[in-house]
């Protein structure tokens, strides 16, 4: 079963607070991404992994870090959320440069 | 940089009538980049619809078809008739390599609502 899950779907936090969303996919691929879209904009990309401990920043990467210990698992953390960061997030995985991704279905983040 | 630009943030289009979401690219890649159409339904994250990895070919899925234009660097969905179930956000996408690291650009989305 070909998936890619995210926790939590929803969330709302205070500015300042620390957030933590996870990733989690079944289907071995070594790259994995967190991408967050906003309202008349396309996926911004926020951070890329090739492998477990092996993450690049992405185009937006500013106000977020991310951890990857495991090939199957990605996080991506806000310490100390502002409320620009209020959006949705997606996370994708896939076969290095075979070009498709398999998306999770989303969490959509609010910080008040 | 690489650029994907979805002119309609939303179509709305009655039953059985034809449909078409424009997409235009800018890559900077010195190779042709790959395109992709994504869609994303209610509640669901972005899955495959098509891909078209050459130029002048043309992908299709679901009814859906969209021809890769390198000449008008373009690539547009199209579908003859629409149902009702194919309303949902359609994302046009090119992949690329640039400097070693292969890259995703994602249209801004158009939403379709598909009226009975």
């Known amino acids: 079963d070909m998936k890619v899950t995210q926790m939590p779907r929803y969330l709302i936090k205070r500015m300042g607070e620390n957030v933590l969303l996870e990733c989690g996919q079944d289907m071995s691929h070594e790259t994995m991404y967190w991408y967050r879209q906003d309202p008349g904009l396309g996926l911004q990309l926020i951070y890329i992994s090739y492998d477990v401990d092996s993450n690049s920043e992405g185009d937006i990467p500013k106000g977020y870090r991310v951890s990857r210990k495991k090939r199957e698992h990605f996080s991506l953390i806000l310490d100390s959320a502002k409320t620009n960061q209020t959006s949705v997030y997606f996370c994708?995985?896939?076969?290095w440069g075979l070009g498709e991704q398999y998306f999770g279905p989303g969490t959509r983040l609010t910080v008040l | 940089g690489d650029s994907v630009t979805q002119t309609e943030g939303q179509v709305t289009v009655s039953e059985s009538k034809s449909l078409i979401i424009n997409c235009t690219y800018s890559t900077t890649s010195i190779a042709y980049p790959n395109l992709f159409w994504y869609v994303r339904y209610p509640g669901e994250g972005l899955q495959l619809l098509l891909k078209?990895?050459?130029?002048?070919q043309k992908g299709s899925s679901r009814g859906f078809e969209a021809t890769y234009n390198k000449e008008t660097t373009s690539f547009h969905l199209q579908k003859a008739s629409v149902q009702e179930s194919d309303s949902a956000v359609y994302y046009c996408a090119l992949g690329a390599f640039n400097t070693g690291n292969y890259k995703y650009v994602f249209g801004a989305g158009t939403r379709l609502k598909v009226i009975a």
């Open positions: 994708a995985s896939s076969f």
């Open positions: 078209v990895i050459t130029a002048g």
